[in-house]
């Protein structure tokens, strides 16, 4: 790896520096009235600026060359532009109609920066007011509206993204860019995640190993952090959540600024939740959940480059839900002080971008230490394990045209996993993990109407093992070490078949190789014990898929279906064996498999009345043993609905939503051998939401009740419907969002 970091910088050493130039223009709606208040981006060069009262901006400080500028503005289409500068001042003007439907986002989760239409793989986004507005502590909840992405959960304060069908290691999760590594094998361990302060989420459905390496098989799940300050402004906000069902609250307070090249921000956030009443009445013991998190920014930003760096802190107190404390507590309370995780993580990250020439240069590292604690009581844990992580990523951007893209890069992963201070419990050895992925990705397009993407890449990873346990105790594990390597490759193509219709094809081969759990654990997990098998073979999948879009001004309509092969399917499987306490023996196992489905979706505004919101989704995926039995964790099909009236202005009040939406979730009759059929449920919500003007801010109040009927049922992916707990019942909240500056 580090030869080709230095021969990446050979390269750049060996060109000279960009020349300055700054943009200027004026921003107009169709009718050529001056937009107040536009934002103008340029994510390349980490810069923005937002219109003054004539629609006049200027930004100072840019590189030259090739570069993606974003204009925004609520309520109308956001148009992107492919620009060339040069050394001096540029002028783009540029005009936005009206829009009813969703705008397009530029999205940086699918290797390359590029628009929603310009990618060959469909990426949906989540921006932050969607979560801010969901009405539920659970944040994975907020974002299962997206179809296709379901969770498992095990209370609001524990749950596991699903894309398709794949979840816990085969769906990797992101923090600005960077892979999250706290002990997420387990379906009772926490993403690790604080939305306050996220821009938006964006999720790949589907492999994107060839980008993101070993563990992307299922998809990516990509928390993008909030962009700066615009240049030469400070800003800051208070955000609230209250809700009524966890006696829960979740304050956030965040303060930003930046000049000419200088920006930095910093936010402290805090969640606290009692336990949650269950669907029908009656609290769940254990479920309360604690958070405390603290992220900072700061960076430089000029003509060479960009250069940012990052520091995040997450601690988390989640109470155990299991049969023991379900006799335990009498009363509902907040207090973690009976089995519950004691979790902390700690990331620091650098990503940094230089504009030398037309080459474009991406060096990123980050470090993370997670330090996982499992306790009975309030002194000493019985379960305590650290976890650092380093991660690097290089990206070598070679000179582009109008038409075409090309990346070499290498990325790499080094881990050491440490049991601390001789705990009662230690399901897994100390281990050394290293991993290393070299690729390449290209992007062609074709007479302004056909963009096609593709590449390859090589992954070697090695895993090494040290001895645990005494072998007359039965519990030995001996020293081992193991090599992986494996390719990837995908190609795309998209299509605008017409300027309201595209059509977008994925052929992807996948790899992944089995992760230290997978391999080595051995302990008790809930009423059963997991033993893990050390000569498992990587996974291999290949996914087809194809999707068709349509969008006017008034109508978004989205068609897709898919199917993924997999070779060396990991999944864990009961046997006829027990343990001498007479618990049941689980064990990794392998079977290749099959998955298959889609999801459909539209969203429409009458032409006649366009303040009337009409919406619906609907997801299917079957997951088959090639044996001919099911899969473990797939969820049911799922049906969302809803109808809104939106109205823009009513004296103070801006953009003021009204929603009725529900939720259907079919019959899962398809279950895994240890799994149980689960009946399928209507939940009813409904919302309101608006902005109130304060001077040049904007305030956003927001209202909503989820389970309006109070409605008892169990989810097919909830942990807890083995203990015959209902998932959550009616829950009202309200959210705030209060900008100071």
Known sequence: MKYILLFFTGIITCLNAHSQASLSGIVKDSNNEALLGAS?????????????????????????????????????????RDVELIKGNNVLDATLPKS????????????????????????????????????????????SE????????????????????????????????????????????P????DNGVERIEVIKGP???????????????????????????????????FSNTRGINNSLGIKGASQHLFGGVRLSHKNHADYIQGGGGFVPNSRFNEWSLSTNTGYTGKTGTFKLYYDYLKQDIGIINKTVLSLYKSRGRKTDLWYQDLSHHMISSRNKLFLNRFKLETNFAFQSALRKAKRDVVVPFLEMRLNTLTYESKLHFPSGDHSNYIVGVQGLSQWHKNRNKRKTQPLPDADVNSTGIFTLIKYRIFDKVSVQG?????????????????????????????????????????????????????AKAWRAPNLRELTFSGQKGNRYEVGTFNLDPEEAYEGD???????????????????????????TPTTEQTSEGLKIYRIAQTNAKMYGGESSIHFHPLSIPWLHIKGTYSKVTGERSSGDYLPLIPADKIRYEVGVEKANWGILKQINFK????????????????????????????????????????????????IFDKKYYDHLSVLKSMNIYNSGRNYSLSLKIPFI
């Open 40 to 80: 103008i981006f340029l994510i390349e060069s980490n810069k923005g600026t937002i219109c003054d009262i004539d629609g006049k901006y200027t930004i100072e400080g840019l590189p030259t060359g090739s570069t993606k500028i974003q204009f925004s503005f609520t309520g109308y289409d956001t148009e992107i």
């Open 100 to 143: 009813t439907i969703e705008v397009q986002e530029i999205i940086v989760t699918a290797g390359m920066i590029s628009s929603q239409r310009e990618n060959t793989v469909k990426v949906e986004v989540l921006r932050k007011e969607n979560i801010l507005l969901s009405g539920t502590p659970n944040l994975m909840e907020s974002l």
């Open 146 to 189: 997206v179809p296709g992405v379901e969770m498992i959960s095990m209370g609001p304060g524990v749950s596991k993204p699903v894309i398709r069908g794949r979840s816990l290691t085969g769906v990797l999760v992101l923090k600005n860019g960077v892979r999250i590594e706290n002990y997420q094998y387990s379906e009772s361990h």
């Open 191 to 194: 993403v690790g995640i604080d």
């Open 208 to 242: 994107a190993s060839l980008l993101y390496g070993s563990d992307a098989m299922g998809g990516v799940v990509n928390f993008v952090k909030e962009r700066p300050a615009p240049v030469g402004k400070i800003q800051s906000d208070y955000q609230s959540q209250i």
């Open 455 to 507: 590449g390859f890449r090589y992954d070697f990873y090695n895993i090494e093992t040290d001895e645990l346990g005494k072998s007359e105790l039965g519990n030995y594990h001996k020293p081992e070490s193991e090599n992986f390597n494996g390719f990837n490759g995908s190609v795309g193509i998209t299509t605008e078949i017409t300027s309201i219709l595209m059509l977008r094809a994925n052929i």
């Open 546 to 572: 194809l999707s068709l879009h349509i969008k006017t001004d008034h109508l978004s309509v989205d068609i897709a279906g898919f199917y993924n092969h997999i070779d060396d399917y990991i999944y864990l």
């Open 660 to 707: 009725i939406s529900a939720l259907t979730a079919l019959d899962q009759n398809k279950p895994y051998v240890f799994e149980t059929a689960t009946d399928g449920y209507t939940l009813v919500n409904t919302s309101f939401d608006t902005k109130i003007n304060l001077g040049q801010q904007f305030m956003t109040v927001g209202f909503r009740v989820n389970n």
